[in-house]
């Protein structure tokens, strides 16, 4: 990090760095060798930074901004001479003006009120619509853009703060080119409608895109296509945490003051029945119901996030659609869905569609049911350090009972259809709510055939119907209830515990294990020669 820098400043040598960050460079910076990092930040007042012609500079990711007065200048050590930018990642430049950049080594370079002073390389100069919310918060508004233009499917497009109270609304389908939010300024952008974005979705630290909010229906979803790669900064987030179902509403509603449910039962506290399972484990796309009861809050479930990317996902800020917590003598609101689809998944970010919490601090409360959560990796094999959690909500004081986990469906490219780990983790709580397989409101027929059952951390599961599912491994602490029913297994008999270890094994984990019945593999195709 190098700050408020007042006289010029010479990097001798190459340089190899995690991150580099040049604040305020009032003087000069010079790099006399090549410079490889994974991010690198020149934010603030403006100075010049030079760079070593025939060098190369390799960054993962990349910001400059500069000020509309006074841009970045961007020059190579010998004039005329290029220096090579090489970016692979996300990039947000605004306010820069460069000359003799060879850029194409990596990601074009999108210059946003930028100079093109010559000799640029695999850099884009085109003018951007940058949002100022001056009449409205409508997206198709002219006059709310900069210059004032309507977005078509031609446009690039960047929220950036400075806008007031008018954050943008997407209300009809909509087609954009590209999309950069929150660079430097908090900014929102909410969606009503679909949105395809034709090239990359840059979601910055200071960027939330949300959903509108849903009341007693589910009429509203966060549906976004993008037809390049999504990344999400650390700090960036696609949030429609307490946007489902209100208070007494959804499919999953609870009654009396008990939890919404959606991917598990909401908890019981008092009176009325706990919020029921419902939807898709696949392919989920339900709003979260509602918890019930309680006093000064809305106790709303989770919206529904579905992204559907045909590029890379770089996922190191969050993507969430929680519960609300409940206020007293209520039941909160159970989690929402998350569906992903993407060629490939990185980051340290976090997935989140768990339950609201029960909050009062006197115990007269109860968690909200975990949601739903899909992956699906049409490329990749692996998920990154990304986290997914879809829990229970917990509650305060012990009064009345934590929701129940909801599901995670991952699939990689190597699995075929349906063939994915359905995981319930029921993070190490006990509850008497329990994960309906198959739900016993909205199920989705034979989506889970192929899918192997994967429950930890004392997860428990119930079954109000019989079932057909792919496999099963069930680890301490675990249950799985069939009570009068049938749980047709489609693989040979194993462990619990341990699919390598052929034979029944830790069969006290489900309450009649004589009503499991293990059918063998599916069949595949029969080639026949005479």
Same mark, same amino acid.
């Given at each position: ?110 210059? /946003? ?89 840059? /979601? ?168 739903? /959560? ?157």
């Amino acid at each position: 990090t190098l700050n408020n820098v007042s006289n010029p400043v010479v990097f001798k040598g190459a340089i190899a760095a995690r991150n580099i960050r040049i604040g305020n460079p009032g003087a000069s910076v010079t790099f006399d060798a090549g410079v490889q990092a994974n991010e690198f930040r020149c934010e603030s007042q403006p100075g010049s930074l030079t760079f070593q012609a025939g060098s190369a500079y390799n960054f993962t990711n990349l910001l400059m901004r500069g000020l509309p007065t006074n841009l970045i200048v961007l020059r190579s050590s010998t004039n005329g001479q290029p220096w090579s930018l090489n970016v692979t990642g996300w990039q947000s430049v605004r306010y820069v003006d460069v000359k003799d950049s060879d850029a194409s080594g990596g990601k074009k370079i999108y210059g /946003i009120n930028s100079t093109n002073s010559g000799g640029n390389l695999n850099w884009d100069f085109a003018p951007w619509l940058i949002w100022n919310g001056s009449s409205s918060a409508s997206l198709t508004n002219p006059v709310n853009w900069t210059p004032a233009q309507a977005p078509d499917t031609g446009s690039l497009l960047l929220v950036d703060g400075d806008y007031g109270t008018n954050a943008p609304v997407v209300d009809a389908t909509t087609t954009v080119r590209r999309l950069m939010m929150g660079a430097s300024l908090p900014s929102t952008l909410m969606l009503r409608a679909p949105l395809t974005v034709n090239e990359d979705v840059s /979601i910055m630290y200071r960027g939330t895109l949300t959903q509108e909010d849903n009341a007693a229906a589910e009429v509203y979803r966060l549906a976004l296509t993008v037809n390049g790669t999504l990344n999400i900064e650390a700090g960036g987030t696609i949030d429609a945490s307490g946007k489902g179902c209100d208070r007494d509403y959804g499919p999953g509603k609870g009654t009396g003051s008990c939890g919404g449910g959606y991917g598990g039962e909401g908890g019981y506290y008092s009176s009325g029945s706990r919020g029921v399972c419902y939807g898709s484990f696949t392919t989920p796309t339900n709003i979260g119901s509602g918890g019930a009861g309680g006093y000064g809050g809305p106790e709303s479930g989770g919206g529904a996030v579905i992204l559907n990317v045909a590029g890379a996902t770089a996922l190191n800020g969050s993507i969430l659609a929680n519960g609300q917590a409940s206020q007293g003598y209520g039941g909160a609101g159970a989690g929402g869905s998350i569906f992903l689809t993407t060629s490939n998944l990185t980051g340290v970010g976090a997935i989140g569609a768990s339950g609201g919490m029960g909050t009062d601090g006197s115990g007269n409360n109860a968690g909200g049911g975990g949601g739903r /959560i899909a992956v699906i990796l049409t490329c990749g094999t692996a998920f990154g350090n990304v986290t997914m959690q879809a829990y229970g909500g917990g509650t305060e004081g012990g009064g009345g009972e934590k929701g129940a986990a909801g599901t995670i469906y991952r699939k990689t490219a190597s699995q075929n259809a349906g063939r994915g780990f359905l995981i319930v983790d029921g993070s190490n709580v006990t509850t008497a709510a329990r994960t309906e397989v198959p739900p016993a409101t909205n199920a989705v027929p034979v989506e889970f055939e192929r899918a192997t059952f994967v429950l930890t951390n004392r997860a428990a599961v119930a079954m109000p119907a019989t079932g057909k599912i792919g496999n099963l491994l069930i680890y301490t602490n675990c249950t799985w209830t069939v009570t009068n029913w049938t749980l047709y297994v489609q693989s040979l008999e194993h462990s619990l515990e341990d699919v390598t270890q052929k034979g029944p094994g830790q069969t006290y984990r489900v309450d009649h294990y004589n009503q499991v019945l293990w059918i063998g593999a599916p069949p595949g195709t029969l080639f026949m020669v005479h």
